[in-house]
């Protein structure tokens, strides 16, 4: 687990790197993949700011031995980690291959 959290952490200051560097990106679909696009990238941005203190708390609380609440919060940070995972390469997919513009 603190593998995935030390890869989390690289992947997110590198992600937060390349977007101060080269800004935003307009999503170029047209039509229901609108709705669906930013639907997907609402809910991923809520849950991908809210997962930052959920997984904080997890872990401080596993590294302090209070297992039972540590495992009490964990079923709530587990699948929204996942939940966030799995949006996150979906609007990559959405945002650089499947719409993407000229």
């Known amino acids: 687990m603190i593998s ?14 390349y977007h101060y560097q080269v ?5 170029a679909g047209q039509g229901w993949s609108r ?5 997907i990238l609402t809910t991923h941005t809520v849950l991908a700011a809210a997962i930052v203190p959920l997984v904080v708390v997890t872990l401080v609380r596993a590294a302090r031995g209070a297992f039972e ?3 009490r919060i964990a079923r709530v940070t587990l699948p929204i980690w996942l ?3 799995v949006t ?3 609007v990559y997919l959405m945002l650089y291959h499947i719409f993407a513009g000229p």
Do not use: E, Q
Not at 23 to 27: D, I, L, P, Q
């Open 83 to 85: 939940y966030v995972s």
């Open 35 to 39: 709705p669906v696009y930013f639907t």
């Open 88 to 90: 996150g390469i979906l």
């Open 69 to 71: 609440r540590h495992r």
């Open 4 to 17: 995935a959290v030390a890869i989390s952490v690289l992947f997110l200051a590198s992600y937060l790197f």
């Open 23 to 27: 800004g935003a990106t307009r999503f």
